[in-house]
């Protein structure tokens, strides 16, 4: 280690980040189990701020589909936090450019009304359950449902066995609160969905690659340019492994320092956080000043094929020179 916290971080790679996105659970703030309150976590208003005064790129993700985006920001700012509805992505923003992507006009949802409202404003038509055709839709929709019931789950299984496809919004069984580790309804929802239609499922939530690269477009920056910061090794971490991000953790969350340190490589991070204003520490010359871009650095591969190359330029003959005649 070269300091406390730090898990051998580059330098140069350090320097390479133009982009930051947060987790919100575990690493700006602890919500209650209702998700009706906030307690903001120390350096959360100070980071985000610093951030917006410097303009580098960043954004929440968060894995809660319960809110629109919209309005999920605004409750943020309302605790503090310096949040622009365009910063705010949740699984249902994902979701709803993966339905677009795919001609999906019609959805089934499995989740508060709030769950679809992306998906309404993108132009997909949304049903719940017990509405008319409520199982004629070509995809099903899940996210936070604390009142599901057999009924909905019913439904969701019609639909599939119809044709429709599984989109989930979260697949992480726990996630953090201020009364400890919570559990992930849609988690459940989707297992008992799955374990009667055997139904493969399309995440639009952490950790996949697809909500990465979404935010990664969003913001204007390559996924090796950002800087993912979280609180789940199996969420934030292996995503950002995937995309090749660089990953920070922190130890406000569902993972202790001890914890982190007896991670496998896989969902090892690059550095663990002692506090959350170390971030800033991470971004070189990023900000208003600096390229939004960097330059990706050569890859090993393409060091090795330069060398072969100019080795075998070097060991070519000299191309014999032709005699020029003086003319008459």
Request: glycine share 10%.
């Amino acid at each position: 280690m070269r300091s406390a916290g730090r898990t051998g971080t580059h330098p140069a790679r350090r320097a390479a980040i133009r982009g930051v996105l947060f987790d919100v659970d575990g690493t700006l703030l602890l919500s209650d189990r209702a998700l009706g309150g906030y307690e903001l976590l120390p350096g959360a208003i100070e980071v985000l701020s610093t951030l917006k005064a410097r303009r580098v790129p960043f954004a929440l993700l968060t894995n809660g589909s319960a809110y629109p985006p919209a309005e999920q920001a605004a409750k943020l700012r309302a605790a503090g936090l310096a949040v622009d509805d365009g910063q705010m992505i949740t699984p249902s923003s994902i979701a709803a450019d993966h339905l677009q992507r795919r001609g999906i006009k019609r959805a089934l949802v499995l989740g508060t009304p709030g769950v679809g409202q992306a998906l309404r404003d993108a132009g997909i038509e949304t049903v719940h359950t017990g509405e008319p055709g409520a199982t004629e839709v070509g995809s099903v929709y899940v996210g936070w449902h604390p009142e599901c019931g057999m009924k909905d789950i019913e439904a969701a299984c019609q639909a599939i066995w119809g044709g429709a496809e599984l989109c989930v919004a979260s697949d992480v069984p726990f996630f953090a609160t201020r009364q400890g580790r919570t559990i992930g309804y849609s988690h459940a929802i989707t297992a008992a969905i799955r374990r009667l239609t055997h139904a493969p499922m399309t995440l639009t939530g952490k950790p996949s690659i697809r909500a990465l690269r979404f935010v990664a477009k969003r913001l204007g920056v390559p996924m090796r340019a950002l800087a993912v910061v979280g609180d789940d090794p199996v969420v934030e971490v292996l995503m950002a492994r995937r995309g090749g991000a660089t990953a920070l953790a922190v130890t406000t969350g569902t993972t202790q320092h001890e914890e982190w340190q007896r991670q496998p490589r896989s969902r090892r991070p690059d550095a663990i956080l002692t506090e959350l204003r170390e971030v800033l520490s991470f971004l070189g010359d990023a900000g208003a000043d600096a390229p939004r871009i960097a330059a990706r650095p050569r890859s090993r591969r393409t060091h090795v094929r330069a060398r072969r190359a100019a080795a075998a330029t070097a060991s070519r003959p000299a191309p014999r020179r032709r005699a020029v005649r003086p003319s008459r």
